[in-house]
T-cell receptor
Framework: DAGVIQSPRHEVTEMGQEVTLRCKPI?????LFWYRQTMMRGLELLIY????????DSGMPEDRFSAKMPNASFSTLKIQPSEPRDSAVYFC??????????FGEGSWLTVV | GDSVTQMEGPVTLSEEAFLTINCTYT??????LFWYVQYPGEGLQLLLK?????DKGSNKGFEATYRKETTSFHLEKGSVQVSDSAVYFC?????????????FGTGTRLKVLA
């Protein structure tokens, strides 16, 4: 299997711009997760979906962040407007029936 | 609440030294336990797991035993290599009454010197 695929791998954007991160989970997986990793806060769960339905978005930092999963093979995480403190590595991950989580390689976001 | 506690890093060892990274957990039910490893510039990847008490997970020379009596899942390796330098995360997954949790520890950075 191809694994969890994320794009873009690296993005540098200016403050105030909209950022869209994309994720293709492993085929057949029913859970999809978005995590954020920073030096200060470590690994944080932002939101997760089960069968394309958002289950827990309590980790989403504020209204500037939104996530969608229109179908079983695609999800987006959007930040609008972006701020420098959003600079981080954003990981998408998927799993089958709450077992092992498989991570993508991450999207490295820098907001200047 | 449910949680995972790892030893603070960084851990610095010489090549061929014995490694232990401590992990303890608090959980209301019966979690599955995991160790993930993150190499520089990469995502986390599963290293090993154990799904019930007394299970031993092992992979690439690493081992961890699910100890229910001490609520621990310590990671060990008998002889580390420079290539083992990475950040190691302990995690648990738990599903109770339709609520799902997957909790990661804060990570322990390991540096192995040649």
């Amino acid at each position: 299997d191809a694994g969890v695929i994320q794009s873009p791998r690296h993005e540098v954007t200016e403050m105030g711009q909209e950022v869209t991160l994309r994720c293709k989970p492993i085929s057949g997986h029913d859970y999809l997760f978005w995590y954020r990793q920073t030096m200060m806060r470590g690994l944080e769960l932002l939101i997760y979906f089960n069968n394309n339905v958002p289950i827990d978005d309590s980790g989403m930092p504020e209204d500037r962040f939104s996530a969608k999963m229109p179908n079983a093979s695609f999800s987006t995480l959007k930040i609008q407007p972006s701020e420098p403190r959003d600079s981080a590595v954003y990981f998408c991950a998927s799993s089958f029936s709450l077992n092992t989580i498989y991570f993508g390689e991450g999207s490295w976001l820098t907001v200047v | 609440g449910d949680s995972v506690t790892q030893m603070e890093g960084p851990v610095t060892l010489s090549e061929e030294a014995f490694l232990t990274i401590n992990c303890t957990y608090t959980a209301t039910g019966y979690p599955s336990l995991f160790w993930y490893v993150q190499y520089p510039g990469e995502g986390l990847q599963l290293l090993l797991k154990a799904t019930k008490a007394d299970d031993k997970g092992s992979n690439k020379g690493f081992e961890a035993t699910y100890r229910k009596e001490t609520t621990s899942f310590h990671l060990e390796k008998g002889s580390v290599q420079v290539s083992d330098s990475a950040v190691y995360f302990c995690a648990l997954s738990l599903s109770t009454s339709g609520t799902y949790k997957y909790i990661f520890g804060t990570g322990t950075r390991l540096k192995v010197l040649a």
